[in-house]
């Protein structure tokens, strides 16, 4: 055994894990899996930068697994950050707050890497399933950005498009600063238009039409699984695999749509962090789910973090 750490930097939040690992059984063993939102996205796709307290946020997440990869003697350390620190201007700034903290500089690396990590994470264990046929498609639906992912054993294609829960709630549903609750028709419409032209986008690279079956990963995807499952409080082990329906994620969608801050608010397996964007991520995963045509999403807690720690072992 291995034990490593692996911390994904994204958008909407940051994550930890630290977990023992085998390469020769494919075992990975959490000791510590974490989650913080920092929203480091914040404003990103209006003035191309990272907030000032933004950063904050996540370097005080950051002190936080320190303290706990140094308690659990972790042996190697994996920091990877997506879409957010990509795109932004000061991303240096972010570079060597997280050097000086954590003593590892982020990765900041491509969509398609990302890609790969969601897949590797994402469909390990899934090889001894009998009743789920390849080929997977891999979709991760983060703040800023969705990964898809087609392959079977490997990686066949991937592209990452930039749609995400945050940068869709930023650019369609807030006015005057303000998240509008509910929205109307016409900021769905645009919101939805969005969407399907990142689903042409991706589609031109990868074969999403082709997979047999869909596997969604992140925070929006897991959420909707809590919701259709009427779970009074967020339970990683029921939403692990558990398998939504179209037809449920289509009336998930819909009613988050229609609701207001304080109904989503009210949802026991709701956190506080998504309250404001979850209807922009499930209308992503419904889009998806309707131009593949599949009738269910598999949906998983093991994603990039994962995959990430695998690389690392």
Request: proline fraction near 3%; hydrophobic fraction near 45%.
């Amino acid at each position: 055994m291995t034990r490593v750490a692996a911390v994904d930097c994204g958008t909407n939040s940051i994550r930890l894990l630290v977990a023992d690992a085998d390469p020769r059984t494919g075992e990975l063993v959490d000791l510590d899996r974490r989650m913080t939102i920092v929203r480091l996205g914040q404003g990103v796709d209006r003035t191309g930068r990272l907030a000032p307290e933004a950063l904050e946020r996540t370097f005080a997440a950051c002190r936080e697994y320190a303290a706990v990869v140094k308690e659990l003697g972790a042996q190697r350390l994996r920091f990877v950050a997506t879409s957010a620190s990509r795109d932004a201007e000061n991303r240096d700034e972010f570079v060597r707050g997280v050097l000086d903290i954590l003593g590892v500089e982020p990765e900041v690396i491509t969509g398609e890497q990302e890609a790969e990590f969601s897949f590797t994470g994402a469909t390990r264990e899934l090889g001894g399933r009998e009743d789920l046929t390849r080929p997977y498609l891999v979709v991760d639906i983060g703040g800023g950005s969705t990964e898809f992912v087609v392959g079977d054993d490997r990686v066949r294609a991937a592209r990452s498009v930039d749609v995400g829960c945050v940068r869709m709630t930023e650019r369609h549903l807030v006015v005057d600063g303000k998240v509008t609750d509910p929205p109307a028709e016409r900021q769905i419409a645009a919101m939805r238009a969005d969407i399907e032209a990142a689903l042409d986008l991706a589609e031109r690279t990868v074969p999403l039409r082709e997979a047999h079956t869909l596997v969604g990963l992140a925070g929006s995807v897991t959420t909707v699984s809590a919701i259709a499952q009427g779970l009074p409080e967020y339970d990683s082990a029921a939403i692990h695999h558990s398998r939504v329906p179209y037809d449920e994620v289509r009336e998930i969608t819909e009613r988050l749509l229609r609701s207001t801050h304080a109904e989503r608010a009210a949802i026991g397996a709701m956190h506080p962090g998504r309250v404001d964007v979850i209807a922009a991520g499930a209308l992503v995963l419904l889009a998806i789910m309707e131009r593949t045509g599949a009738q269910e999403v598999v949906v998983s807690e093991h994603d990039i973090l994962d995959g990430i720690a695998w690389s690392v072992a």
